[in-house]
């Protein structure tokens, strides 16, 4: 058998949830309980009065502030509970954030490496292909085009490829810290540029010249 038993924080915090929920449903139902009571005993200490019967309306009276007194207990109560239920559903939340936020993180970090490694080989493929290139144009002047876009690959995606992989982990960073969206936002999922609308009628209008008379 095991020495320490395995925590589960998030099992944790909803098993508290769950429990001060039963709470506030025992109160809210006591509460309604002890209200309908002070109906009853308000209401039978005001006939007790009407008809002088002193020790009817001594025990109205004393059922009454027993009641009121439980009904102020209870609510009292619940709005201790409610307090600490608006508390754990906030950890909840933050611990839902955060675990959404590392799996963020951890995702943008995979996106980089994969971005290094394909990147890698893209770069050592063009490398070779320029090669070939460059040994095709004085023989075939039409390899000369893509001889210069292998020249430009070679220049630039390298240095790009480092950029972007910076500015990922720059951004996996603001994710974790809170100052980026919790969630990635899907290629699949961009929005379409809105539709040009069609120019507005001018607010005048032309209107002819009448000839001048001559």
Request: glycine share 0%.
């Given at each position: 058998m095991a020495l320490f038993k395995s925590s589960n924080p998030e099992k944790t915090v909803q098993r508290d949830i769950d429990a001060a929920t039963k709470t506030r449903e025992r109160l809210s139902a006591q509460i309604v309980e002890f209200e309908q009571a002070i109906t009853r005993h308000a209401a039978a200490a005001k006939q007790a009065a009407l008809t002088g019967d002193d020790a009817d309306?001594?025990?109205?009276?004393?059922?009454?502030?027993?009641?009121?007194?439980?009904?102020?207990?209870?609510?009292?109560?619940?709005?201790?509970?409610d307090e600490q239920l608006a508390g754990l559903e906030r950890n909840k939340a933050e611990m839902l954030d955060r675990k959404v936020r590392t799996e963020t993180a951890a995702e943008i970090e995979l996106l980089a490496r994969k971005l290094t490694e394909v990147g890698a080989v893209f770069n050592s493929t063009t490398a070779r292909l320029s090669e070939h290139t460059r040994h095709a144009v004085p023989i075939v002047y039409d390899a000369l085009g893509l001889d210069n876009f292998m020249a430009i690959c070679r220049a630039d995606v390298p240095a790009t490829l480092e950029l972007v992989s910076k500015l990922l982990r720059a951004h996996a960073d603001a994710v974790l810290d809170g100052r980026a969206p919790a969630k990635l936002p899907r290629p699949?999922?961009?929005?379409?540029?809105?539709?040009?609308?069609p120019p507005k009628e001018p607010h005048f209008k032309y209107q002819p010249i009448k000839a001048m008379a001559q």
């Open positions: 309306l001594d025990r109205a009276e004393a059922a009454l502030r027993a009641a009121q007194d439980r009904s102020a207990t209870l609510k009292a109560a619940l709005s201790e509970v699949d999922k961009a929005s379409a540029p809105a539709a040009a609308q």
